[in-house]
């Protein structure tokens, strides 16, 4: 059973940066796709960031210049450099997994916490 825990999260104040990590246990193999969704409150979890074997990272436009997604193939582990932090970047940051596309069904971990206050 794969298993993702989530590390790094945390309270800042605006401008500031923050890295999470992502590490993923209990996979046979390197996971193809890894990346991170977030959900603030009251909203619908969003995609932020991924990184796909053979390819390049992926970023959404609201984090494109500030955050840097990265991976570790050998230990299945990703992380999330955030700089220049904004207080709409509060959220539930989650890892997530697949053995397929990012878009496809895959694993997630329970989330960290992200608060930048103003």
């Known amino acids: 059973q794969v298993q993702l825990v989530e590390s790094g999260g945390g309270t800042v104040q605006t401008g500031e940066s923050l890295k999470l990590t992502c590490a993923a246990s209990g996979s046979p193999t390197s996971i193809f796709a890894m990346g991170w969704f977030r959900q603030a409150p009251g909203k619908q979890r969003e995609y932020v960031a991924s990184?796909?074997?053979?390819?390049?990272?992926d970023y959404a436009e609201s984090v494109k210049g500030r955050f840097t997604i990265s991976r570790d193939n050998a230990e299945n582990t990703i992380y999330l450099q955030m700089n220049t932090l904004k207080p709409e970047d509060t959220a539930i940051y989650y890892c997530?997994?697949?053995?397929?596309?990012?878009?496809?069904?895959?694993?997630w971990g329970q989330g960290a916490q992200v608060t930048v206050s103003s």
């Open positions: 997530k997994g697949s053995f397929a596309s990012i878009w496809s069904s895959g694993y």
């Open positions: 990184v796909t074997l053979g390819a390049g990272a």
